[in-house]
C-alpha cells in the first residue's frame, strides 16, 4: 500500500488469531481499518471499509461469562470475521461510528445496549 493515508485514530491492538494473539497497531482511516503486527509476527492485515458489513464491541469472556468490553469485532463481505483486542472499546466504537456516519454506512454499526 504505497498510498500516504490520514491516520484518524491508532492505537495498540492484537489481532485473535485462534488462541495466540497477534500483537501490533490498529490505525483508522477514512478508507481502511490497518493492523500492523509488531517485527516477526504475521503479515499486516487491510480491511477496506467497503468491505466492512458489520461492527460490534464484543466481550471477552472468562470460565464462560462476559467479563471485559475489549473486543472490536469485523465481518467482511467475504465472510471473514476478525477480532482485535482493543483498550478503551468505547473509544474505538466512537471513532469508528464517526467514520461510517461520513461514508452513509452507520447500518454497518451493530450498537450493543
Request: proline share 4%; glycine share 8%; charged share 30%.
Amino acid at each position: 500500500m504505497g498510498e500516504t493515508l490520514d491516520v484518524i485514530y491508532k492505537g495498540l491492538a492484537n489481532l485473535k488469531n485462534g488462541f495466540k494473539p497477534v500483537p501490533g497497531r490498529l490505525f483508522i482511516t477514512k478508507e481502511y481499518l490497518i493492523h500492523k503486527p509488531n517485527d516477526y509476527f504475521a503479515e499486516e492485515v487491510t480491511i477496506p471499509f467497503a468491505d466492512i458489513t458489520r461492527v460490534e464491541g464484543v466481550m471477552t469472556k472468562i470460565l464462560g461469562r462476559d467479563m471485559l468490553s475489549n473486543i472490536l469485532e469485523i465481518e467482511t463481505k467475504e465472510g471473514h470475521t476478525f477480532q482485535f483486542i482493543v483498550n478503551r472499546q468505547k473509544k474505538w466504537l466512537e471513532i469508528m461510528a464517526q467514520v461510517l456516519a461520513d461514508r452513509g454506512e452507520m447500518e454497518k454499526l451493530v450498537s450493543n445496549k
